[in-house]
């Protein structure tokens, strides 16, 4: 797993062999699992293993596919540097507040663990 934000453009090829390596990964543990296990829900507020798939696809999707048609211009026009690259504050901010370790706190801020607050 990548656990580093890109500095340059050498890194992009071990990113889309990460990504190619995630998706492939995924995919053959979800097609072990039967039906009712993808769709089995521990309670009614929580989701199903299939229920957190669909939301990463439908949530990430849009961002997978206009980055990766951004890629592709840039290195159609040559547009490519070598880094290193500072990423904007936000950026930084962003990526570690989806860490797990943020993810725990995140729930431990709740009271009842849904992130509903009640």
């Known amino acids: 797993m990548i656990d580093w934000v890109p500095g340059s453009s050498a890194d992009l090829a071990e990113v889309e062999l990460e990504i190619a390596r995630q998706t492939a ?8 699992l039967s039906s009712g296990a993808l769709n089995w ?25 206009t980055i990766g048609g951004c890629l592709a211009k840039a290195r159609q ?14 950026g930084r901010w962003f990526a570690g507040a989806m860490a797990p370790a943020s993810q725990e706190a995140m729930e431990d801020c709740t009271q009842d663990g849904t992130g509903s607050g009640s």
């Open 25 to 32: 990964e995924v995919e053959e543990i979800l097609g072990r």
């Open 77 to 90: 026009r040559g547009r490519l540097g070598e880094g290193p690259y500072r990423h904007p504050w936000f």
């Open 41 to 65: 829900r521990p309670s009614p507020a929580k989701w199903s293993v299939g229920g957190h798939v669909a939301h990463m696809a439908i949530v990430n999707g849009p961002y997978i596919e």
